[in-house]
Nanobody, 118 residues
């Protein structure tokens, strides 16, 4: 089993910044791809950013240039630095991880609320 615990959400004004963290624990050999998703009220969950174990990153077009995903493999933690936040970034943000020895399974955190006031 793998547990993911997110933190760092909150209320921020438009144009502000927040940093999300997601710490993984439990029984696994290695963390593989880690990702951040978000789900706004009444909308489907969408992919925000991914990062491989080698540090290769990918972003949704809507956040490119504003968000940065990073990870600390020694701490089994992934981060999402969010700058120039917009009202439309308001959502619950979820961390996802895939691990060895079962890379086909996706583990999810409980989510953290990010609210951007206009």
């Amino acid at each position: 089993q793998v547990q993911l615990v997110e933190s760092g959400g909150g209320l921020v004004q438009a144009g502000g910044s927040l940093r999300l963290s997601c710490a993984a624990s439990g029984s696994f050999l290695k963390l593989l791809v880690m990702a951040w998703y978000r789900q706004a009220s009444g909308k489907q969950r969408e992919l925000v950013a991914t990062i491989t174990s080698a540090g290769i990153t990918n972003y949704a077009d809507s956040v490119k240039g504003r968000f940065t995903i990073s990870r600390d493999n020694a701490k089994n933690t992934v981060y999402l630095q969010m700058n120039s936040l917009k009202y439309e970034d308001t959502a619950v943000y979820y961390c996802q991880a895939r691990v060895l020895p079962a890379p086909s399974l996706a583990y999810w955190g409980q989510g953290t609320q990010v609210t951007v006031s206009s």
